[in-house]
């Protein structure tokens, strides 16, 4: 079992920055791979980027170059660090821990992007 809790959502600015975070506890943090998703409203979850246990990342096309998911097994944390983003990106983004078909969710953290 993994608990997940992600942080660092909130309003910012077209062209602005911000760092997620989310922490897991419950389980070996290290042998889980990672992913993030975001769902805007009215539209389906869609997955944004993936780490693996091994480190390895892949991201989405919409936000590849823009966005950078790495993780800190020491601190049983990943994080997501977006950097100019659009209005298109504003939804509520969530954390995926996933090994062997086991996965789990977070709560999810709202990102708005408004001027």
């Known amino acids: 079992q993994v608990q997940l809790v992600e942080s660092g959502g909130g309003l910012v600015q077209p062209g602005g920055s911000l760092r997620l975070s989310c922490a897991a506890s419950?389980?070996?943090?290290?042998?889980?791979?990672m992913a993030w998703y975001r769902q805007a409203p009215g539209k389906q979850r869609e997955p944004v980027g993936r780490?693996?246990?091994?480190?390895?990342?892949n991201y989405s096309d919409s936000v590849k170059g823009r966005f950078t998911i790495s993780r800190d097994n020491a601190k049983n944390t990943v994080y997501l660090q977006m950097n100019s983003l659009k209005p298109e990106d504003t939804a509520a983004y969530y954390c995926?821990?996933?090994?062997?078909?086991?996965?789990?969710w977070g709560q999810g953290t709202q990102v708005t992007v408004s001027s």
């Open positions: 419950g389980s070996i943090f290290s042998i889980y791979d």
């Open positions: 995926e821990a996933e090994r062997f078909g086991n996965i789990y």
């Open positions: 780490i693996t246990s091994a480190g390895s990342t």
